[in-house]
């Protein structure tokens, strides 16, 4: 299902005329000023291109949005049997908080019903759309998603064809929901038990052609893909959804990464994985997730990861009583908040900061551009020039 909304600007020439519109009550609210134009359709093949085009026509969304706006992009609780109710998610798609949805355990239909709804009632408040996320492994779906396609568990698949058809068809049943971001596939080599089941294997021979196979399937289907749990669950000992757990020394899982960084995965998840005894990215007793030195300056700066970056779920226990954890992770460099604790207190917290300190409106600005760039990519926003 391809759901569009459209964005007008009432300059005659709709790239020369992007401003920062972020005044209560201003001109930035009236989203659907039609002139005639020339329309742009883009596709996630673009995401990572020089399109100039591209870029000018992020620019200018991204002008078009008050402040608030901005913030509400980079928040995705989740709905679903483990996640907000339907009322919470009504409430905070009717102050404009969010930007996306994490559909955490239900059936297709449910799913189904939910984003038509929710695209309906963004429509309506002239509201971005919604990304709407998954953790749609094939190790998970048939739990995450009931009533899809029944799948062989990753950690049984053979060869790379058969991953390839697997994606194949997690990819239809996406499609048919309506789902267009998917946290998927687990990258982590096989040790650990809390992700071995979950994995393509114990050696990198299998983890990373496999891997690159599933993404490209996923993105050929206008789904994004997720390798995750950076920096690498797959040799620690513990769970991250019951306390912090460490990764002591090297981080042998990080070479799994750049060829699927190569390749133009869309999305990388960090864990809440602390590390240590590493005199280069020590994180000090945090989890990665809070880090600047290894959400900026291992993924971005020396893996040169230009794709968007995703927390994972911030009500688990590896991440949950970290103070501002909110803010923290925005200054490590991450673009999406997936299910903060409170969205509703995690926007007025970082609304708050982004109004008063430049540094950190800078990267909440780099972080929502990104997100901006993917909606278009993803076709559910149809630009004009």
């Known amino acids: 299902m391809n759901r569009i909304v459209l964005i007008f600007l009432t300059c005659p020439f709709f790239?020369?005329?992007?401003?920062?519109?972020?005044?209560?009550?201003?001109?930035?609210?009236?989203?659907?000023?039609?002139?005639?134009s020339t329309e742009l359709d883009f596709q996630l093949k673009n995401y990572f291109s020089d399109d100039e085009k591209l870029s000018r026509a992020v620019d200018s969304i991204f002008g078009q949005l008050e402040h608030s706006e901005r913030i509400a992009q980079m928040i995705m609780p989740a709905i679903g049997e483990h996640g907000q109710s339907a009322?919470?998610?009504?409430?905070?798609?009717?102050?404009g908080k969010i930007g996306g949805l994490l559909l955490l355990n239900g059936t297709k239909e449910q799913f189904s019903q939910w984003v038509k709804?929710?695209?309906r009632l963004n429509d309506s408040l002239k509201n971005l759309p919604f990304i709407y996320s998954a953790d749609a492994e094939p190790s998970?779906?048939?739990?995450?998603?009931r009533n899809t396609a029944t799948v062989p568990k990753a950690n049984t698949l053979k060869t790379e064809a058969e991953v390839r058809k697997v994606a194949e068809i997690i990819a239809r049943e996406l499609n048919a929901i309506g789902i267009n971001y998917n946290f998927a596939p687990v990258v982590d080599m096989s040790p650990n038990t809390t992700v071995g089941w979950r994995s393509f294997g114990h050696e990198p021979d299998s983890?990373?052609?496999?891997?690159?196979?599933?993404?490209?399937?996923?993105?050929?289907?206008?789904?994004?893909?997720?390798?995750?749990?950076?920096?690498?669950?797959?040799?620690?000992?513990?769970?991250?959804h019951k306390k912090l757990v460490y990764i002591n020394g090297e981080m042998k899982e990080v070479q799994n990464y750049p060829p699927l960084i190569k390749d133009s995965v869309m999305s990388v998840m960090i864990a809440h994985i602390a590390v240590e005894n590493n005199p280069q990215y020590?994180?000090?007793d945090m989890p990665a997730t809070t880090s600047p030195k290894i959400v900026k300056e291992l993924l971005r700066d020396s893996l040169k990861f230009q794709g968007i970056i995703v927390t994972d779920a911030l009500?688990?226990?590896?991440?949950?009583?970290?103070?501002?954890?909110d803010l923290l992770v925005v200054e490590a460099g991450c673009d999406?908040?997936?299910?903060?604790?409170?969205?509703?207190?995690?926007?007025?917290?970082?609304?708050?900061?982004?109004n008063r300190d430049e540094a950190f409106k800078a990267k909440v600005d780099a972080s929502v551009k990104r997100i901006i760039r993917a909606k278009l990519c993803l076709g559910l926003l149809h630009s004009k020039q």
């Open 140 to 145: 998970l779906i048939n739990r995450k998603i």
């Open 117 to 119: 709804k929710y695209d």
């Open 87 to 95: 009322a919470t998610i009504d409430h905070l798609v009717t102050q």
């Open 315 to 325: 009500n688990m226990g590896g991440v949950r009583n970290v103070k501002d954890a």
């Open 282 to 284: 020590d994180t000090g």
């Open 336 to 354: 999406i908040l997936l299910m903060p604790l409170d969205a509703e207190e995690a926007h007025a917290k970082i609304l708050e900061k982004y």
């Open 15 to 36: 790239f020369s005329c992007a401003q920062d519109n972020s005044d209560k009550g201003s001109a930035a609210d009236d989203h659907k000023t039609e002139v005639a």
């Open 207 to 240: 983890v990373i052609p496999w891997s690159a196979a599933f993404i490209e399937v996923m993105q050929n289907h206008q789904i994004m893909a997720t390798a995750k749990h950076f920096p690498g669950h797959g040799f620690v000992e513990g769970d991250t």
